[in-house]
């Protein structure tokens, strides 16, 4: 099993459309979780930190549920400019602030 | 507000070659960290420096070295370069001494291995 598994894509919606994403980690110690945003590319660009329970930024919505180990992010009306590949990422457990374990990612085209 | 700089943005070696490639990270960051990024693939840890020591590795093989030097900067080092080490060499900062765990990365050195 890895230890960071994305929902296969490529998720295909149109404009306004609402467009979740969700990720599963494997170690329940995990203690830190992001989202990142990667155009065609480009490097990966933090999009939001997921801390306690979950983070809300503007259409962006993040979720932690640790009890069955996943984090979620929910876009709400989604833009043309929202087409990106979304990758999550988890600490590692042994060591806060060190390595990140990223998902392969998971690709999202929004369409006129 | 100073970002994360890399060089070169491309580079192309043949197969048994080194190469070093260099990142400064965001004004205020004290942590540099590498990660190696295939096609299709989310970035895998190679390495991070803290205080010029190496503070925590990945599961790649001593080809890969690394320095951090007194002003925070880093180098990557790969030695005897193989055709599966052409991918996109990410750099990531953060302030580990700040508590907090976001890191923030680079444009990447795109490395092209013949």
């Known amino acids: 099993r890895k230890e960071v598994e994305q929902d296969p894509g490529p998720f295909n919606v149109p404009e306004g459309a609402t467009v979740a994403f969700n990720c599963t980690y494997s170690?329940?110690?995990?203690?830190?979780f992001f989202w990142y945003r990667q155009d065609c590319r480009k490097e990966p660009k933090l999009l939001m930190s997921?801390?306690?329970s979950g983070n809300e930024d503007g259409r962006f919505t993040a979720q932690l549920n640790r009890a069955s180990q996943y984090i979620s992010l929910l876009i709400r009306d989604s833009k043309l400019s929202d087409s990106a590949t979304y990758l999550c990422?988890?600490?590692?457990?042994?060591?806060?602030?060190?390595?990140?374990?990223f998902g392969q990612g998971t690709e999202l085209s929004v369409k006129p | 507000d100073a970002g994360v700089t890399q060089s070169p943005t491309h580079l192309i070696k043949t197969r048994g070659q080194q190469v070093t490639l260099r990142c400064s990270p965001k004004?205020?960051?004290?942590?540099v960290s590498w990660y190696q990024q295939a096609l299709g693939q989310g970035p895998q840890f190679i390495f991070q420096?803290?205080?010029?020591?190496?503070?925590q590795r990945g599961n790649f093989p001593d080809r890969f070295s690394g320095h951090q030097f007194p002003n925070y900067s880093s180098e990557l080092n790969v030695n005897a370069l193989l055709l599966g080490d052409s991918a996109l060499y990410l750099c990531?900062?953060?302030?580990?001494?700040?508590?907090?765990?976001?890191?923030?990365f680079g444009p990447g050195t795109r490395l092209t291995v013949t």
């Open positions: 990531a900062s953060s302030l580990v001494g700040g508590g907090a765990y976001e890191q923030y």
């Open positions: 170690n329940s110690a995990s203690q830190s």
């Open positions: 997921v801390y306690s």
């Open positions: 990422a988890v600490t590692d457990p042994g060591n806060q602030g060190g390595k990140l374990i």
């Open positions: 004004s205020g960051h004290d942590t």
């Open positions: 420096y803290y205080e010029e020591e190496e503070r």
